[in-house]
T-cell receptor
Framework: GQQVQQSPTSLVLQEGENAELQCNFSTSLNSMQWFYQRPGGSLVSVFYNPSGTKQSGRLTSTTVIKERRSSLHISSSQITDSGTYLCAMGHNAGAKLTFGGGTRLTVRP | ETAVFQTPNYHVTQVGNEVSFNCKQTLGHDTMYWYKQDSKKLLKIMFSYNNKQLIVNETVPRRFSPQSSDKAHLNLRIKSVEPEDSAVYLC????????????FGSGTRLTVL
């Protein structure tokens, strides 16, 4: 089965609403990252967050290693937040990152 | 600011042809990667190179081969493309090669007819 599960797979919000994206891992990890991909665009790293909580503007990421999960919170969503959010976990065995299937976020005016 | 450059952006070809994708990074990173992103947006690692040495080689078909002239360049060659090779191929780099931030290129979308 897939080692990295993301939920929800898609999410539609009205502008100004908050979003909570979840990422669950089936194996132990030593790192995790959140990426953002605009439709037709490249991946951009949003957070490198192996543990704890990090905040950047309206985005907050919380990773709980023991519970093998990470969340990405988007507050006061904007239309420009629309796109796909991917989480990825890293293993001890070198350079491999395993990605989740992504959450497709649509923010409507 | 773009620092991982991929060419071409798109490529359409016939089954059985050979294709080659280029990737260059200007970040001075030691490790580069090729990922394949399928139609469901799932990303899977194909190869990674650290200072011209292959350090991860997932079980991809043998028709795929990475080619690196130096640590700033990592190309991907597909000898005889198959329909299932249609996907977006993403190149990435990182400073040390494990567990830190990846920087991705914009991807090459391959369509095999």
């Amino acid at each position: 089965g897939q080692q990295v599960q993301q939920s929800p797979t898609s999410l539609v919000l009205q502008e100004g609403e908050n979003a909570e994206l979840q990422c669950n891992f089936s194996t132990s990890l030593n790192s995790m990252q959140w990426f953002y991909q605009r439709p037709g665009g490249s991946l951009v790293s949003v957070f490198y967050n192996p543990s704890g909580t990090k905040q950047s503007g309206r985005l907050t990421s919380t990773t709980v290693i023991k519970e093998r999960r990470s969340s990405l919170h988007i507050s006061s969503s904007q239309i420009t937040d629309s796109g796909t959010y991917l989480c990825a976990m890293g293993h001890n065995a070198g350079a491999k990152l395993t990605f989740g299937g992504g959450t497709r976020l649509t923010v409507r005016p | 600011e773009t620092a991982v450059f991929q060419t071409p952006n798109y490529h359409v070809t016939q089954v059985g042809n050979e294709v080659s994708f280029n990737c260059k990074q200007t970040l001075g990173h030691d490790t580069m990667y090729w990922y394949k992103q399928d139609s469901k947006k799932l990303l899977k690692i194909m190869f990674s190179y650290n200072n011209k040495q292959l350090i991860v080689n997932e079980t991809v078909p043998r028709r795929f081969s990475p080619q690196s002239s130096d640590k700033a360049h990592l190309n991907l060659r597909i000898k005889s493309v198959e329909p299932e090779d249609s996907a977006v191929y993403l190149c990435a780099s990182s400073l040390l090669g494990s567990a830190e931030t990846l920087y991705f290129g914009s991807g090459t979308r391959l369509t095999v007819l």
